[in-house]
């Protein structure tokens, strides 16, 4: 297929152009033709003239690749080989939610032919892709896997806002049903990625392989949130801790912080549910999970206790919270951590406003009825900083005062600042 795919006799279609599909779509856009679907026309329309909508590429991204965007699934029946990066979040009560992986396979399903490839990117648990969507891609297209087509798992690896690693930068994890079609996905994916691939020895292995990825970095945040937890109650600085801890050659530089977004947040979700299914309950996995889905409270009433300590009435506070992101530098507040925070002060009826550079207002009150102001408008009791933005970091002890003139208050949750900045504060950090 390699050769067909170089000569564009044949195209490659990714099935979900979000954070994760669309840089990789215009990526295999260079040397293949590639169709980008996603299910949101007004989004299609945005990349159709060249504009990312989460906001994270440029049109020079877009220039020169062959590719055709659309939202009409019946395109798809003219590619061969398939990429599906669609969504995989938890729902309420954090049990993986499939219903995009399923609706993505049902659309690639009814595209389907003989001869045809389909590498799945979304995070899963180990057996998904061939427990949960291989089922659902034989029974639309009525074909048989090895006999008709191939199937492929390759974890995505981008990291958003990370403008040193983009995605050919970072090595790639494949692996195929059988060794001709991880071959295969490895010769695709071995166009654009620079930095190589690694085949995985089969499909499971690299679905674990993804998940595992996020968990440990889950539980080294954890165990820094339980340390700064602790080194509260004691009045020490936790950013001195680690500063003096990190001058050990091996010490693993992790720090604490709200824990959100769409891998961290929710990966360890997906193992621990697959865990469970199999007669285990993890309790490493699971205790850093509640550390961390617990900090947005431990922040909370640490700004109500200094609150009360300075003899305010709760019921006339206002608190300005800056950042919304899960990350910083970029639009994506899927999972916010922030989002808790804010319910977690109005449950101690605090007024809070909150502002964002680089969230969109639209999302921002579609998925937490939240209104973004365009500015603040002090005067604040207390200000916190929630996301690490470059245009935060910028700001001066003046700004500060202007927003607070009276026993200004600051929690600096991404530890952006110093404290011996701001002399007549009270100065709280993560």
């Not at 169709?35 to 007004?42: L, M, N």
């Not at 877009?62 to 061969?80: E, K, P, V, W």
């Not at 208050?409 to 709280?428: M, N, R």
């Amino acid at each position: 297929m390699i050769d067909q795919l170089l000569t564009r006799q044949k195209q490659i279609a990714v099935i979900g152009l979000g954070y994760v599909g669309l840089p990789l779509a215009l990526a295999l856009a260079r040397p293949f033709r590639v169709i980008g679907y996603d299910t949101d026309a007004d989004r299609v329309a945005q990349m159709q003239q060249g504009v990312d909508p989460s906001q994270q590429l440029t049109p020079d991204d877009f220039a020169g690749r062959d590719i055709q965007f659309t939202a009409d699934a019946n395109t798809l029946r003219n590619a061969h080989f398939f990429i599906i990066a669609v969504p995989t979040p938890v729902d309420e009560y954090k049990v993986p939610d499939l219903q995009y992986l399923r609706r993505a396979s049902e659309t690639v399903g009814r595209a389907l032919k003989p001869g045809d490839c389909v590498v799945y990117e979304s995070t899963v648990y180990p057996g998904c892709t061939e427990d949960d969507c291989l089922p659902v891609l034989e029974q639309t297209s009525g074909l048989i896997l090895g006999h008709d087509f191939s199937l492929g798992y390759s974890p995505e690896r981008i990291s958003p806002g990370d403008k040193t690693r983009s995605l050919t930068d970072i090595q790639k994890v494949v692996s195929g049903h059988d060794a001709g079609a991880a071959q295969t996905i490895a010769d695709v994916y071995g166009r654009v990625i620079t930095a190589g691939v690694y085949v995985a020895p089969s499909i499971q292995v690299a679905e674990a392989a993804k998940v595992v990825e996020n968990v440990q970095r889950d539980l080294n945040i954890s165990l820094m949130n339980e340390l700064a937890i602790i080194f509260d109650r004691m009045k020490l600085d936790t950013q001195e801790v680690l500063k003096a801890a990190g001058t050990k050659w091996n010490f693993l530089p992790f720090t604490p912080g709200l824990v959100g977004g769409h891998c961290i947040g929710i990966d360890p979700y997906y193992l621990l549910y697959k865990a469970r299914q199999l007669g285990y309950d993890p309790q490493v996995i699971n205790s850093g999970r509640r550390i961390n889905d617990g900090m947005p409270a431990f922040v909370a009433t640490k700004v109500v206790q200094i609150l009360l300590h300075n003899n305010t009435d709760l019921r006339q506070c206002r608190v300005l919270v800056m950042g919304l992101t899960f990350k910083e530098n970029m639009a994506d507040i899927r999972n916010s951590r922030v989002a808790d925070l804010i319910t977690e002060l109005r449950n101690y009826a605090v007024t809070v406003d909150v502002t964002d550079p680089h969230a969109r207002p639209t999302d921002a009150l579609a998925d937490y009825n939240l209104t973004l102001l365009p500015e603040p408008t002090g005067p604040y009791h207390a200000v916190i900083i929630a996301v690490a933005h470059d245009e935060y970091r910028s700001l001066d002890v003046g700004y500060f005062q202007l927003l607070m003139p009276d026993g200004p208050i600051l929690l600096d949750l991404k530890a952006i600042y110093t404290p011996s900045e701001f002399v007549g504060f009270d100065y709280w950090r993560l």
